[in-house]
């Protein structure tokens, strides 16, 4: 493993499924750090409403390929489609924040 991640069998790279998982996690990290910075930089809920619904979402999707407990083994395609959704939320959460975006219902 290199920096406490799985390793596929491509020279010390991770897995194309991997790094899309990863992927997914990272932005879901970054975007729960920036939710964490804007709350306590004094943003109230309200204003948080919309990026929090953004990373919920993002969330959801991230734990639901992850609780299927063989990161998309059985569908790989449909894995990846949700960890693109993930990144999508996650992103738009970022952008929600800095006010670039209205969050859609």
Not at 68 to 79: I, K, L, T, V
Request: charged residues 25%.
């Amino acid at each position: 493993m290199a920096g406490g991640r799985t390793e596929g069998s491509r020279g010390g790279h991770p897995a194309p499924d991997l790094e899309l998982r990863n992927r997914a996690l990272d932005e879901l990290v970054a975007l729960i750090h920036d939710l964490a910075a804007s709350r306590t930089g004094g943003r109230s809920d309200e204003a948080l409403a919309g990026a929090r619904a953004l990373q919920r979402k993002a969330q959801f999707m991230v734990d639901f390929v992850e609780a299927e407990n063989s990161m998309g083994f059985h569908a790989p395609q449909e894995a990846a489609r949700i960890l693109g959704e993930a990144i999508d939320y996650a992103r738009q959460g970022q952008l929600a924040l800095r006010g670039e975006l209205s969050p859609r219902p």
